[in-house]
């Protein structure tokens, strides 16, 4: 099962869509309260998710995963450009983190090493 969330609808659609065309079980919040209110989180495989939403942002969903379900990888996503400091996502312990746009390989590249590592643990 893979989560998604990201408060911009067309965005978690296109995921949604993407990953349900490799046939992944996928399921999609519009915010990080509403998934961390989902009793069904600790299912989740991996987790993709904004770094920048009203309310609980990327960073600190990110920490709680850690802190929560450690095992669970969590790949970022954002539209901020290149310039902005990655260095607190990454030591937070995100797998990865994708600039907007990025292409369809590109996320199933991250998805498929994010599996990988869970599975290893």
């Not at 310039?83 to 907007?100: S, V």
Request: glycine share 4%; with cysteine; charged share 30%.
């Amino acid at each position: 099962m893979i989560a998604i969330v990201d408060d911009d609808f067309r965005i978690r659609e296109s995921l949604v869509n993407l990953l349900e065309a490799e046939e992944y079980a996928v399921k999609a919040y519009s915010s990080a309260e509403e998934f961390i209110a989902d009793n069904e989180r600790t299912v989740v495989d991996c987790l993709i998710s904004d770094i920048s939403m009203p309310g609980i942002g990327g960073l600190e969903l990110l920490q709680r995963m850690r802190s929560e379900h450690p095992a669970i990888p969590v790949i970022m996503i954002t539209a901020r450009g290149r310039r902005f400091d990655e260095e607190p996502f990454i030591k937070a312990g995100a797998q990865a983190i994708l600039h907007k746009p990025f292409d369809c390989a590109e996320l199933l590249h991250a998805v498929t090493n994010a599996l990988a590592a869970r599975r290893r643990q």
